[in-house]
C-alpha cells in the first residue's frame, strides 16, 4: 500500500512561511498526480493545490493563488507546498494525497491515497 507522510507544519504568526513536504512510499511516485488538501476547524476538506505527475501542470484553489507554490521531485519521492504571506484562514490540518492517473482532478474522492495530515496554525 502507498504510504504518504507529510511534514512541516508547525505555528507560525501571520505573514509568516512554512513548507510542508510529503515523502511517498510502496508505490510508482513518479506516475501519480499529487494533491494538497486541508480542513479547518469544523469545515469540510478541500483541495488547495494539486501537480501532474510530470510537474507540468497546477492547481490552486482562488483563496492561495500567489502565495502557495506546489512543486515536486520524483528522484526524491517528495511533493512540496510552500506557503507563503499565512493567513489566520490558512489553519487548519494540511494533507497531500495521490491520484494514480497521474493528472489533476479537484474532486477529493478520486484520490486514492492519503497521508496522515499536519497541523498548520497561523496566529492572528
Known amino acids: 500500500q502507498v504510504q504518504l507522510v507529510e511534514s512541516g507544519g508547525g505555528l507560525v504568526q501571520a505573514g509568516g512561511s512554512l513548507r510542508l513536504s510529503c515523502a511517498a512510499s510502496g508505490g510508482t511516485f513518479s506516475n501519480y498526480a499529487m494533491g494538497w488538501f486541508r480542513q479547518a476547524p469544523g469545515k469540510e476538506r478541500e483541495i488547495v493545490a494539486a501537480?501532474?505527475?510530470?510537474?507540468?501542470?497546477?492547481y490552486y484553489v482562488d483563496s492561495v493563488k500567489g502565495r502557495f507554490t506546489i512543486s515536486r521531485d520524483n528522484a526524491k519521492n517528495t511533493v512540496y507546498l510552500q506557503m507563503n504571506s499565512l493567513q489566520f484562514e490558512d489553519t487548519g490540518v494540511y494533507y497531500c494525497?495521490?491520484?494514480?492517473?497521474?493528472?489533476?482532478?479537484?474532486?477529493?474522492?478520486?484520490?486514492?491515497?492519503w497521508g496522515q495530515g499536519t497541523q498548520v496554525t497561523v496566529s492572528s
Open positions: 501537480i501532474s505527475w510530470s510537474g507540468d501542470s497546477t
Open positions: 494525497a495521490a491520484e494514480t492517473t497521474g493528472e489533476i482532478v479537484q474532486i477529493t474522492r478520486w484520490y486514492d491515497y
